[in-house]
Structures are given as structure tokens and as C-alpha cells.
């Protein structure tokens, strides 16, 4: 059996969610430690969202990889 399917599991909606929702969620952590470091509201600000970016397209991307990996998973 392999460990690759060329059929995705979830729908590009749901990943697309998911990863919005995700990006919320770092993104107000960011903010935090950048605030808590840095004591400015704006510098922190778009150091979150710089990243927030950035790693959404990274996150998309790696969630639709993941999709197509059939380890761990069990039958359906």
C-alpha cells in the first residue's frame, strides 16, 4: 500500500479555512510577544502581520502536501 494518493481528503474550502482560522490565532500570539518585547503597538502590529503573511501561504500550501500522504491514516 502506498503512502501517497493523488486524491486530496479534504476540499481546498476546508483548507482554506482551516488556515485562516490558524493565522488568526498565531497572529494574536505574534502580536502579544512582539508587544510584551517591544512595548509599541505598531512595530508589534506588523511584525504579526508580516508573518501572518507569510506563513499562510506556507501553512496552505504544507496542509494540501499532508493531504495527499496517506500515513497514519486509516482506511476508509
Avoid at 510584551?36 to 506556507?58: C, E, P, Q, R
Avoid at 500515513?71 to 476508509?76: F, H, L, R, V, Y
Wanted: glycine letters at 6%.
Amino acid at each position: 500500500m502506498s503512502m501517497i494518493c493523488r486524491r486530496a481528503h479534504q476540499g481546498w474550502m476546508r483548507v482554506l479555512t482551516k488556515t485562516i482560522l490558524y493565522r488568526a490565532v498565531t497572529l494574536a500570539v505574534t502580536f502579544a510577544v512582539a508587544y510584551y518585547l517591544l512595548g509599541d503597538t505598531s512595530t508589534a502590529l506588523n511584525i504579526g502581520l508580516a508573518s501572518m503573511f507569510l506563513k499562510t501561504v506556507v501553512y496552505f500550501f504544507y496542509e494540501r502536501l499532508w493531504d495527499h500522504i496517506t500515513w497514519g491514516m486509516s482506511p476508509a
